[in-house]
């Protein structure tokens, strides 16, 4: 729990790499070293050829908001003053899929293929949340 009162990952031996990749602001994907597959969220076996033997690649952070939806009632109590918030389904440059959240920006602009990139939300020492924000134009410069 947070300091708010919210829950927070449980780090798992295989999602450590993952979560002290992102407390340093990495956003790394889980790929098989048997067929090249990328998957989110990191498992224990390769969801198309069931390998064992998986690593990481850091991803650029850039992705595309595949769909969402605005939260305006909370579902508990801990994340009322966030509402009204974005709930999103990000699809990153390399292809797969992540739940999330679009932040800094009105949830009025939010919309389907929007360009986001990712940022983390520090809660602490060794948890850091993906989050994302709207691609200024100067980014894409
Ligand atoms: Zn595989």
């Known amino acids: 729990m947070t300091a708010e009162g919210k829950p927070v990952p449980d780090i798992l031996p295989d999602t450590r790499e993952y979560w002290e990749a992102a407390s340093r602001g990495e956003l790394l994907v889980q790929t098989c070293c048997s067929c090249g597959s990328k998957q989110y969220f990191p ?24 769909s969402y939806t605005v939260i305006h009632q909370a579902a508990h109590q801990t994340f009322a003053p966030d509402v009204p918030y974005v709930y999103a389904i990000i699809e990153l440059d390399e292809g797969v899929r992540m739940i999330s959240n679009v932040v800094n920006t ?3 602009k939010v919309h389907i293929g929007m360009k986001v990139k990712v940022f983390f939300h520090r809660l602490s020492d060794t948890i850091s949340i993906p989050r994302f924000e709207p691609v200024q134009q100067a980014d894409t410069e």
């Open 43 to 66: 498992r224990l076996l390769c969801h198309r050829c069931l390998s064992e033997d998986l690593g990481w690649t850091k991803s650029s952070g850039m992705g595309t908001v595949y």
């Open 106 to 108: 009105d949830v009025s």
